[in-house]
């Protein structure tokens, strides 16, 4: 076990007790940055944890960042514990994260979905969605980004609890949504929400649920653009980019267009890498690529975000 | 613990709407037992879908009588998550 965060391998994947492990050194070493807050609890009874990061003051407006919802995209949660590292490192080194955690706190989720999570390390590691039994089916758990109160139960998701997208039985059914649901709504004051997925290369914004554009299409568009402007700069990877209809499909229930929909308007959706070589199965050496990549995107929302209050 | 022997990850490129919608059309076939990495989106956009083993004959003799383009993106996943468990373990070590 690492003794502290230094010593904690980034370059590879853990366990979910490796990374419950790490988020606590993590508070540990920075408390007067760091705090754990736990938002509920998993199906099976795992700790939602959420890391927020603050510099002081009450009520700031806030950033939320969460990874790791559909469980078998390895490369987000190990992304994610890079970012918390990333946000203690640079805090009063670089100027834009720190200009940015001086006025608004940045709240991460690193194991959205901590029993899906669990189940890959241990059982199949191709699963996706919750764990939770469907009464009645031989299929268990529910697609968590289908889940959301954004058209649910459109065209997009499905009922079949065997499938992969299925929605669940209701709006929210699942606490690893209710209780995100519960926290962006006792907070009050998020003005940014980035769900990263993998894989695909994308950066999209809502809706996923109807073909309408949202009302702040052309600033979304515009500041996507940048952002996978500043991501391609240090590696070249390229991203696309646009509404979650017009870059991948209709897909109904998902997160960001809940988001957008309670008023957030800077809501974002990442597909990380890769483009068609290893899929779901992304190598470890390609973590912290990815991580550093993703890193320049994320502070040009978070930077446009600060920049432009509402 | 679930093994993936012989499971492949194809790579499909829908030529036109038709070929789209006999790919989307495969979702829904349940015996298949189909994993959609990469969603069915657009023509010439690839979709990517993990096959059984059990799955792969008929699948590929469907795609070919259609005329769907394809390629094998993954040829024995099992190999993959074996060698991604065995770096996790020598790393840990």
């Known amino acids: 076990q690492p003794r502290g965060t230094d010593s904690f391998d980034f370059s590879r994947y853990h366990t979910i007790d490796e990374i419950y492990s790490f988020q ?41 960042i969460d990874t790791g919802i559909h469980s078998r995209e390895w490369v987000t949660q190990a992304s994610g514990t890079w970012f918390a590292k990333k946000i203690v490192t640079d805090y009063g080194r670089d100027p834009a994260l720190t200009n940015i955690l001086d006025k608004m706190d940045i709240f991460l989720e690193i194991v959205t979905n901590p029993d899906g999570y669990h189940f890959t390390h241990n059982n199949n590691r191709m699963w996706r969605k919750t764990r939770k039994p469907n009464p009645g089916s031989r299929c268990d758990g529910v697609d968590p980004n289908r889940n959301w109160d954004a058209g649910f139960g ?23 949504v209710k209780s995100i649901v519960d926290f962006v709504k006792s907070h009050g004051n998020f003005k940014a929400f980035i769900s990263i997925h993998s ?6 914004y809502p809706y996923g649920y109807t073909r309408t554009p949202v009302r702040d299409r052309d600033e979304l568009h515009a500041l996507a653009k940048k952002a996978i402007t500043d991501l391609a700069s240090l590696y070249g990877t390229r991203y696309k980019y646009g509404s979650i209809i017009n870059t991948i499909y209709q897909a109904s229930g998902g997160t960001i267009d809940w988001t957008y929909n309670q008023g957030i308007k800077y809501s974002y959706t990442f597909e990380l890498r890769d483009t068609g070589r290893y899929g779901f199965v992304l190598p470890a050496n390609q973590i912290i690529p990815t991580a550093e990549e993703t890193w320049l995107a994320l502070m040009a929302i978070m930077n446009h975000t600060v920049r432009n209050p509402y | 613990k679930e093994t993936f022997d012989g499971h492949q990850v194809l790579r ?6 038709i070929q789209l919608s006999v790919i989307k059309a495969l979702e829904d076939i349940i015996e298949f037992e189909l994993d959609f990495w990469r969603g069915v989106t657009d023509v010439a956009v690839p979709v990517d879908v993990r096959v059984p083993f059990h799955s792969l004959q008929s699948i ?25 468990r065995e770096e996790m373990e020598a790393a840990a070590r």
């Open chain 1, 154 to 176: 459109g065209p997009g998701a499905s009922g079949n609890p065997c499938s992969e997208t299925y929605r669940g039985p209701k709006a929210h059914s699942e606490s690893e």
């Open chain 2, 60 to 84: 590929k003799i469907y795609l070919e009588t259609q005329d769907i383009e394809y390629s094998i993106m993954i040829e024995d996943l099992q190999v993959m998550l074996d060698e991604e």
């Open chain 1, 199 to 204: 894989y695909s290369q994308m950066l999209l």
């Open chain 1, 24 to 64: 606590d050194m993590l508070v540990a070493e920075n408390p007067n940055l760091v705090s754990k807050i736990v938002i509920g609890h998993s199906y099976e009874g795992r700790s939602l944890n959420v890391l927020k990061f603050s510099t002081g003051g009450t009520s700031r407006p806030a950033i939320w």
């Open chain 2, 12 to 17: 499909i490129i829908p030529r036109d709407e």
